[in-house]
């Protein structure tokens, strides 16, 4: 299994990013995956799940209404499209495979840093 996500950055306070994670090794469009967080000095939090065929999702309450998880199993990807972010949502994302919790080995992880 290996996951690889891009698309991280510094950008200022109201703006957006869309995250995306290409994954292989397993049967991409038969499983659930999820995006995750890691803050300085803190736990890893899961921020946003989708199932298999994108028919249900669901978010972390600090991120509802601002963050979109979307997937494209022809390309193996599953995205994070982020909206009106905040020096809290600073992390280093993560994506995995699964609805509940993490599965597999992570990845590398991509910095995601908000401020003006």
Do not use: H
């Not at 996951?3 to 510094?10: K, P, T």
């Not at 995956?33 to 249900?56: D, F, N």
């Amino acid at each position: 299994v290996q996951l690889v996500e891009s698309g991280g950055g510094l950008v200022q306070p109201g703006e957006s990013l869309r995250l995306s994670c290409a994954a292989s090794g397993f049967t991409f469009s038969s499983s659930a995956m999820s995006w995750y967080r890691q803050a300085p000095g803190k736990g890893r939090e899961l921020v946003a799940a989708i199932t298999s065929v994108g028919g249900s999702t669901k978010f972390a309450d600090s991120v509802k209404g601002r963050f979109i998880i979307s997937r494209d199993n022809a390309k193996n990807t599953v995205y994070l499209q982020m909206n009106s972010l905040k020096p809290e949502d600073t992390a280093v994302y993560y994506c995995n495979v699964g609805f509940r919790w993490p599965t597999v080995d992570w990845g590398q992880g991509t910095q995601v840093t908000v401020s003006s």
